[in-house]
């Protein structure tokens, strides 16, 4: 008798994971994420937008030239060539989904700036909620979808493995019930690691746990030293995981500013505040090590504030401090992972049964640093060729017969684990040099029997310390020339 398919498993509900839900149709799609509502997702904390060669003075060839420019030509040239082609057909997609992008009182959509970008080609909604406005666009369409059956209360802490393949995953729902769900194919699309850094951009879930999976199972990593630090959070004493002030507002004029007023992208880049992120990142991180603080004075930039920056406002005033009236104090923050599960074009991992999309991947695309706003491009492009890919594949009944599981195993102790998020923000961040990597190193090791967290940041640690040259957002202080 033949067994019936079991469906195609994704895990994460951010727009990678989406995404690739959505374009598996009519394939049944079990979608698992921790929350359903789309909160603990990068995605919906994005800002600044999404970006597309759409104005006539634009193309995609600026676009892929900007992009490679930004990750130093470690990229995979043919992806950022496909992924800048395809980008203004995916921000037609994203309407069609009912994404609401801003326009300009011509009709036409508004094009912001942001680092990196010799273009104004950043296509944004709700002023600096774009990332609100895209999970929920994309969540509604998921939820009338009848191919995918959602569990919002999930998180999946093993895979099942039949031989090399993988062939479903074991989750632990919020009840702490633990389920095994068989898989024709089980798709990673779980976000990054910023979550293990000291101070972080990210959602407290943005911690690793897929890449750890995938690493579990056998797949390869690539680039994990590739940790891009964002120039510009709210710097609030104490807190983990801080609100970003997006770039655009530099976009719109703010300019940086020194503890005793100077400005300090000042001779620094060509491109002054709308230098490359890790260039304005390096600054900024100097600056509040040498004279204990960095301001974003936005007070110049143009009225509107309540449409053009909600975000931005609303985290500011929580804190009790007016943008419009005075700076901001900001801080550097753990962004972005370049690095991630190897993954060849169609999100492939090399396992048999399993792949990997949006940002805990590496498809080599972003290259040793990321250009602004390519990340959610990412997730909707690479999302839907994966998914179309699946969706046509003879995903055959999974072979009957015994199957092990792996997992990632435990996590490490509350104060073990806030220690290990200071030691990568103070030997992994912004600035690097062999000693200190060494030393967290060391102590990774003694801590890899408590927790994979320990074992994550390990590889991190191994990966920056074996790049002896600068490259990128992975910048050491104590580099060598390479041959
Ligand atoms: C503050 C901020 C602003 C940003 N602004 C922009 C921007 O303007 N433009 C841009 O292009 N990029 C931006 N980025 C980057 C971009 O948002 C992310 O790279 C992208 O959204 C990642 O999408 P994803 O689907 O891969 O992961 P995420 O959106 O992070 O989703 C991960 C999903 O996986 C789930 N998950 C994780 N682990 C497990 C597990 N073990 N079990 C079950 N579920 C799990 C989570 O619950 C979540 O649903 C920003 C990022 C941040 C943090």
Redo the contacts with the bound molecule.
Sequence with gaps: MTRARPPVVV???????LTTALALAPTPVRL????HDGS????????????AALDPSDSPAMHALDTLTAGAHHNNAAMVQWLCSQAPAAIGWLQAQGVAFDRNADGHLHLGREGGHLAARIVHAGGDA??VALVQALRQRAQQSSHIQWRGD????GLLLRGDAVCGVC?HDTRGHRHEMEAAAVVL????I?ALYART???P??DG??LA?GMSAGARTRDLEFVQFHPTALNVAGVHCLP?I?EALRGAGARLYGATGQLLMADQHPLGDLAPRDVVARRVWQACRDDGSAWLDAREVDGEWERRFPTVLAACLAEGIDPRLQPIPVTPVA??HMGGIAADADGRTGVPGLYA????ACSGVHGANRL??????E?VLCGQRLGLMLATMDLRAASSGPYRWVGRAASLPQSRLEALRMLLWQTAGPEREATGLQNALKACLAWADEGWQARLAQRVLEAALSRTHSLGAHYRTDAVMPA
Excluded: K, Y
């Excluded at 999930?154 to 802490?157: A, G, S």
């Design positions: 895990v994460g509900g951010g727009v990678a994971g698992l994420c921790r929350a603990g997702t990068a995605s919906a904390l994005a800002q600044g937008g999404i970006a774009s990332g999930m998180d999946v802490d989750t699309a779980t976000g990054g910023g951009s990210n959602p879930g943005a746990s897929g999976l970003l997006t962004h972005f999309v949006g940002e805990v602004a706003s390519n990340s959610l491009l997730g």
